[in-house]
């Protein structure tokens, strides 16, 4: 398997983009990554994209987008003297909940690292806002089991409050434990011109917001929106040492779908493997991650990523941030650009953003939030409540 | 990239499976694929799908089916003496409309190419009876662009109906003409336990039958289904010959999505592209072609792919089937086992069945419509009116 690396990056802002389509933001974080990489072919296209089918009445996203936005293959046809709109190695869309964007770069990794692919784009799209928040609310829970969970009456908001509250019973935190993750990633998000929450909270806030399911409130919860971001990978070996970001580690695991059919519903088991076998890729541990981009859709969520990743014992993720050591010179920077909590959580582009965010650092173009001399980033993503979990390594390379 | 080879497969029946869930079809072909392979766990999985976050309320596919199938990955972590249940490559499901088994497959095969895992499962799944026609209707037409075809009142039958009418007005054919590709696809799917048409048909039943979307009959059309098929795929090195088929060849290409923006609506660009590239792949061409699984989704379809694919000059696709050649022992076999016509056309679940079926063909398992000493075969998936096309071709190995 060949070494990859990322030489572009892009993305929109993520708001509620009403003026735009799904195919104009898509389009615009890919030639937006294609021209960071100063190229303007590319051999695939791999779309992250959760539920388009459903919220906006289109699927199959690969052409569509790779139509819109231009993506082209060089000359290989007789049919065509100049460049052809047939891109040469196609382009799909993968889907895995709200790691569509991690399993997305995943798939077009494997595909360049095959050797089958000179280049590859991956864009991570979602177009929420255009629809009632009911009908997004009921397009979030077909990422929980649609038989013997949402049938029975749970949102996926809901499933997330059953975690947290069980972990809260069986480690005796109180909630208000849990408001370092909310407050670190809306302080952060603040310096990210794409972030949709840019404005600092307090515990008071925290404490005082509204309900959503208990003990899940509006500050523990990521808000959705619109929004797309991208990159370009080449073979590691076609670029120079200086101008790319290499993948260092690349690892996916699946638990139950169903959180009520796992042994032990507080770990996060495909989070555990995952970032073991990433970790084992990159030969580097927990201790040599700069910055870790997770996947905090709700407060519970950054506290069982900790756990299952190395950084606190059971029982004690939410330790690193009443220790004051998840902000961006901390022992583990968490959520720098503000992370799902405040830069915003667009589902099927998620992925992909962590991604963008990690390279962000690694080159070192983060502002008041950079993280001093980073090296090494995480950026971990998480499909259904805990059901897929894709993990990446990068390294400035 | 290593040679990959196909060592196991498994299918259902399309039909209407009422008493079945989308979970109990996908599980039945999986574990059917692993018995044939006689293998107890993988590294990961692929599903391909196209409709079931519309019609069956469910994304997150990858670990649906991964737990109900019972695919499991060998023990790999301190947390379990055992057979991990958390997939160690994880599982993910891959969207490309029609074109969604075939795409499904080739991510499999290329995650197996690079290195990364030493098996996989690729299924394709569809349940699509559960809901009222007019529903199914809609979701199929996702396919297509839905602001910019869709939206103006086109269905999917309605978009290729004007292919089929500009193809009969620009090279004089007749509506009868097309009637050798259902009639060679009904004949051969008697003889499939697996079909959803399993009758005969003649030219007079062709003739008589209801217009749906004028000059597109129901003859004209494939049926859809509930059903679900499944691979098993491995590095070709690590099985002997004689008890693999080996993947020669394997690629996609794109066309715009919406036909009015093609320069040439009546060719399928991306169908030639992916043909020739696997073509390439496989060092063989169209005349060492023994068996052609084609996406006979619609009559004219046969017609446009036997002309992209180089088995007919550019007009002259229905030639073949009005000259006797595309029955099991004629110059270029198609539809062997019913085609999408009549097995029937479990949307997402179909590019999996061709590439069950060349596989049966190969292995010389078709009894009444085995195609007598095939050595080589290629499945055609089509996702869209030709917008994503993706291409196989299997040897006996």
Request: glycine share 12%; net charge negative.
């Amino acid at each position: 398997m060949r070494p990859v690396a990322i030489i572009g990056i892009g993305q929109t802002v993520i708001d509620e983009q009403w003026e735009k389509s799904l195919r104009d933001i898509a389009a615009e974080a890919v030639v937006s990554a294609m021209h960071d990489a100063r190229r303007e072919f590319a051999d695939g296209l791999f779309v992250g994209n959760m539920m388009s089918g459903t919220v906006n009445g289109q699927n199959n996203l690969g052409p569509l987008v790779a139509d819109w936005a231009g993506v082209r293959s060089e000359p290989a046809s007789p049919l065509h003297a100049g460049p052809s709109t047939a891109l040469r190695a196609g382009a799909v869309k993968v889907e895995a909940a709200c790691a569509s964007g991690g399993a997305a770069f995943r798939s077009g990794l494997m595909a360049v690292a095959s050797g089958e692919l000179e280049s590859a784009i991956v864009v991570g799209v979602e177009k929420m806002t255009d629809r009632h928040p009911h009908e997004v609310t009921a397009a979030l829970a077909t990422a929980a089991d649609a038989d013997y969970e949402v049938d029975m009456g749970v949102s996926f908001v809901g499933l997330n409050a059953l975690i947290m509250r069980r972990y809260m019973h069986e480690y005796g935190w109180k909630h208000a434990d849990f408001a370092p993750f909310a407050i670190n990633a809306h302080a952060n998000a603040v310096h990210n011109p794409f972030a949709r929450l840019r404005h600092k909270i307090t515990l008071d806030d925290f404490e005082k917001s509204a309900m959503i399911a208990t003990p899940i409130n509006l500050l523990d919860a990521s808000p959705i929106g619109d929004g797309a971001a991208a990159v370009y990978i080449v073979p590691a070996e076609s670029v120079r040492s200086g101008t790319r970001i290499l993948v260092a580690g690349s690892a996916s695991a699946t638990d139950t779908l169903a959180i009520h059919d796992r042994t032990e519903p507080l770990f996060l088991a495909a989070a555990y493997k995952s970032a073991q076998e990433a970790y084992r890729q990159a030969g580097v541990g927990p201790d040599d991650i700069g910055v870790f981009e997770l996947h905090d859709a709700f407060t519970i969520m950054s506290a069982l990523s900790l756990e299952a990743c190395g950084f606190a014992e059971r029982g004690q993720g939410i330790r690193p941030g009443l220790d004051g050591e998840i902000g961006p010179t901390g022992r583990i920077p968490l959520a720098t650009r503000g992370g799902l909590k405040a830069r915003g959580h667009p589902v099927g582009a998620t992925g992909v953003y962590q991604i963008v965010e990690v390279v962000q650092q690694l080159r070192g173009e983060c502002g008041e939030t950079q993280v001093p001399g980073a090296r090494v980033g995480m950026a971990q993503n998480i499909g259904g409540s805990g059901a897929t979990i894709v993990t990446h390594i990068l390294k400035a390379g």
